[in-house]
Every structure is written in structure tokens, then in C-alpha cells.
């Protein structure tokens, strides 16, 4: 299990046991939500990485949205 929590105009991914894997986030130039791990050595167990690709698919297909902030 992954719980996502939003950040202004990102997703933290937090584990089941609370280790932070990482961010979801937005770009605006690609259209493309896309996550970056919280370290480059990080390695995701089989579910993690399920929940992540599952709500990365559903932000694309317009399942799941995150809030938006407008630095003006």
C-alpha cells in the first residue's frame, strides 16, 4: 500500500511503514505526470510500484487530480 498526500502541485508517496519513496508531479510542458524517486538507490517492492504506476495512470486518465497552485 502507498499513500499519496498532496503537496502544492505534487503527490508525496509515503510507504506503508512511513519511508517517503518519493513525488508525483505535473509537467506543464509535456502534459505528463511523471514520479521521481526520493533517492536514486531507491528500490520499489512489487506493490509499491503497482500503486504508483496505477495512480499515475489514473491522474492521466482523469481518475484522480491533485490541487494546483498558482505561485502569482
Known amino acids: 500500500m502507498v499513500l ?10 509515503i510507504s506503508q511503514s ?3 519513496l518519493g513525488k508525483i508531479q505535473f ?3 509535456k502534459d505528463k505526470y511523471f514520479f521521481t524517486p526520493n533517492e536514486e538507490s531507491l ?15 489514473g491522474l492521466e486518465a482523469g481518475i484522480f487530480s ?6 502569482d
Open 66 to 71: 491533485f490541487a494546483m497552485q498558482d505561485e
Open 27 to 29: 509537467d506543464v510542458f
Open 43 to 57: 528500490v520499489l517492492t512489487d506493490e509499491e510500484e503497482s500503486c504508483i504506476v496505477a495512480r499515475l495512470a
Open 4 to 13: 499519496f498526500f498532496s503537496i502544492e502541485q505534487e503527490l508525496d508517496c
Open 18 to 20: 512511513g519511508r517517503i
